[in-house]
């Protein structure tokens, strides 16, 4: 089983707009709201790869209830922790002359310590039937800077693989837990490093305790730094459309292949055809099959030479 984490769940609000033009305003042509937040979005690309993921995190008011019975109504399993704060919306403006998503995030409900550790106890108890866990998104307020590293701790001494999509503070915390995958996007490898060249900047958050990194270079493809070998993945063409769920597809991507112990370039490889099959979609989570099936015959994959290998590094199924 794949569990994914969303500690701070929104109902997402998708705007369709023919062009975004600032200090004007728009007729909205088309509009969307579910369930979302960066794991739960994570789960739905997983049921669309055949798999039935557990989504857990924390939701609460009525935002919180809407959350769950769109994930209810999804078919996708559910066990969150509700919270008294109201959990967040998010606002996605998507422009459809070119494609270009602005994005307005909330902060989400204030989480108090008590609450918190009820989360701490269930997640403990949800991870012990995982074989991968999915740690995405943002931590709302009240969390303690260490929660990614209290939950990879945790699902490492069930036995389960961690998968880590975050950034800031948050990242930077959680990497003496030894996440087994970490997935930065170029600006958030140079944040957490101050390194713009992105093989020293993976090999120096390698050497800070996490196993493998999954740098997105957005419509480049992916680069990967792990104990076994350096590839970089290289989408066949560009598309154009919304790119807002396409690293939300990729985390699924490596998800899936981790629980399957596939090899890193077939990882990969499926990784950059998920997340190009997500940029024609409208809203994250959803990808478009026929891209997806065309483009993981054509996703070209290329080793690198050994990076440095980090002093603390072990031996990792990741």
Not at 54 to 79: E, K, V
Not at 259 to 282: G, I, T
């Amino acid at each position: 089983m794949i569990v994914t984490v969303t500690l701070n769940a929104a109902l997402d609000v998708t705007w369709e707009v023919s062009d975004l033009r600032p200090r004007t305003s728009h007729r909205v042509l088309a509009a969307h709201e579910r369930a979302g937040g960066k794991g739960i979005n994570v789960a739905r690309v997983l049921t669309f790869l055949g798999h039935s993921p557990l989504a857990t995190g924390l939701a609460g008011g009525p935002t919180g209830r809407m959350i769950h019975d769109g994930l209810r109504s999804a078919g996708i399993r559910t066990s969150f922790v509700t919270v008294a704060g109201e959990s967040r919306r998010t606002v996605s403006v998507v422009s459809r002359d070119d494609g270009d998503a602005t994005v307005f995030n909330g902060l989400g409900p204030e989480v108090t310590a008590a609450e918190w550790a009820t989360f701490v106890g269930h997640f403990a108890t949800v991870v012990r039937e995982a074989s991968v866990v999915v740690l995405s998104g943002s931590t709302p307020p009240g969390l303690p800077q260490d929660a990614y590293a209290v939950l990879i701790r945790t699902a490492a001494a069930e036995g389960a693989l961690t998968v880590l999509d975050t950034s800031g503070p948050a990242l930077t915390a959680a990497l003496e837990a030894g996440p087994d995958v970490i997935k930065p996007n170029a600006a958030e490898l140079a944040e957490a490093t101050g390194c713009d060249d992105p093989v020293a900047a993976a090999t120096e958050l390698r050497r800070r305790g996490a196993r493998t990194v999954v740098a997105s270079a957005g419509p480049d493809g992916l680069l990967a730094v792990t104990p076994s070998g350096a590839w970089r993945a290289a989408p066949p063409e560009l598309l154009s459309g919304n790119p807002t769920g396409a690293g939300d597809a990729c985390v699924a991507a490596i998800a899936s292949g981790l629980a399957a112990r596939a090899a890193w370039p077939d990882v990969l490889r499926e990784a950059v055809a998920l997340s190009a099959a997500a940029v024609p979609c409208a809203v994250a989570g959803e990808v478009d099959a026929s891209v997806h099936a065309r483009f993981r015959q054509e996703v070209r994959v290329d080793e690198l030479a050994p990076p440095l290998r980090p002093q603390n590094a072990t031996a990792s199924p990741a």
